[in-house]
């Protein structure tokens, strides 16, 4: 994470889309966050244990899965956080030219957000990061009233506290690694059971028993949080997404050196092995999902007709909160004995159903908000939202 040149400045004027339009490739980026984390949480839905297992089991995987651990894990989850720090840059630049006060309603958006995801964490997923991104939002609605000098600072101080954090894990782990011999445990047969034949009370009377456990990441990575809340911020006030020259030439710094530097430490990271998986997932992570970033926006830059794909992840980005909901609980009901059953029914089959069930997730989401919108302005989660906050 290195300090960016002078060309992240904030640009007043391009600081906001005119009223009523929309930035598209905000839109198309959101659309493959939400689907890229679908990459990594697939195999905590299929894997022996779900959720807890992520957490009991060792690290071992086939080479399928480290392909998609390399690409995926925690590099979208770093860019739908970025893109919700653009989405907090954007209201708070709305409120400014409406004369409206900041945070002002402002707080109550974000604590609805942390209901909604105390309810996806009880009900659908214990991996649940909208609790995390309610918290951060509040501090950084905050610190948006401050000066652009103390933003970058605590943004910059967020960064180094961060890496200095993964670091010291990194060397306890290795340490208790080499002092126990590198013997991972597998996952306990009771909770593998829950999973594969437990009823659904139980498996939500197991989330709130080990709540602790399970909400321990968005603790450790809160300064990731604040520092990609505060990045997106920066990048958007840069005009970094813009489809003008300034955002193309944006777009064109972070493809080189998001994919240039993330693709080699990413790699590196993770097959360095388990000991390294906080760096792989928390470290490299979020430098290549700036590469992201410039890879999707200098595609869709070329892009003169948008076609299914183009329109089916724009649509899933306009309905981003419906369709990360979406995505877990048809997982669970695929996957879990409460529904399908599929991950203990075809635990010994390899790994491309689950490349399949990905695959299928996608299409599902793509085609349903595609045809959702042809008839509703927003998702329905998002309509929700705003009816709640509106009475």
Known sequence: ???????????PAQETPPTGRRLP??????????????????????????????????????????????????????????????????????????????????????????????????LVFAWDVLMGYAVTALLVAWLLTRSERAQRRVMWWAAGLHLTFMALLTAAL??????????????????????????????????????????????????????????GVRLFRAGAFGADETGRRLRSRLLAWGLGLGLPLNAAATLAGPDFFLLARYGAAPLLALGYIGLIGALVDRVRRPGPLMTGLTSVGRTALSGYVLQNALCVLVSYGIGLGLAERLGDTG?????????????????????????????????????ALRH
């Open 1 to 11: 994470m290195t300090q960016p040149t002078d060309e992240l400045a904030p640009r």
């Open 25 to 122: 490739l905000l839109d198309v980026l959101r659309g493959a966050a939400i689907l890229g984390t679908l990459m990594t949480n697939v195999w905590i839905f299929t894997g022996p244990g779900a959720e807890w297992g992520a957490l009991e089991a060792g690290t071992d995987t086939g080479a399928v899965e480290t392909v998609f651990s390399v690409l995926a894990n925690g590099k979208f989850l770093s860019l739908l956080t970025i893109l919700f720090g653009v989405g907090l840059a954007i209201q708070y630049a709305s409120a400014a030219r409406r004369g409206q006060p900041w945070p002002g309603r402002y707080r109550w958006r974000a604590l609805f957000l942390f209901a909604e995801g105390t309810v996806h964490f009880v």
């Open 174 to 231: 290795a340490t208790a690694g080499g002092e126990d011999g590198g013997e991972g445990g597998g996952v306990s047969a009771e909770v593998v059971d829950l999973y594969a034949h437990g009823g659904y009370l139980d498996q939500i009377n197991f989330r709130l028993e080990n709540a602790l456990a399970l909400r321990m990441e968005p603790v450790l990575t809160f300064f990731l949080l604040l520092f990609l809340f505060l990045l």
């Open 351 to 387: 790994p491309w159903w689950v490349v399949g069930l990905w695959a299928t997730v996608c299409a599902v989401l793509m085609a349903g908000s595609t045809l959702w919108l042809r008839r509703f302005s927003t998702g329905p989660l998002e309509a929700v939202q705003k009816w």
